[in-house]
């Protein structure tokens, strides 16, 4: 059975999908029916978080939606690497 994508890509995009949904309550696309949810998954960025959580630290919407973006298959490292910059130091 052939790949549909690199594992470097679906594991932050899931996350960030996950990460939207429990900052903002909803999935960052809707539709009614599955075609036009797959649609906008491939074709239209979702809402901006802090435009729904306006008090959500930029930082971390920042992150999440770029988890989400587009160009993510191109130009992101490796998924461990990027998760690696959010690590917190020991005891910290």
């Not at 930029?58 to 990027?82: D, F, N, R, Y």
Request: hydrophobic share 40%; glycine share 8%.
């Amino acid at each position: 059975m052939p790949r549909v994508a690199p594992d470097w890509f679906v594991g932050p995009y899931s996350l960030g999908v996950i990460a939207y949904e429990m900052l903002t309550g909803r999935l960052p696309f809707d539709g009614g029916n599955a075609m036009s949810i797959m649609f906008k998954h491939v074709n239209e960025p979702p809402t901006p978080i802090l435009s729904q959580v306006p008090d959500c630290p930029p930082e971390l919407a920042a992150a999440v939606e770029k988890m989400l973006g587009k160009t993510q298959l191109i130009v992101s490292p490796p998924w461990k690497s990027w998760c690696g910059r959010w690590r917190r130091p020991h005891g910290a």
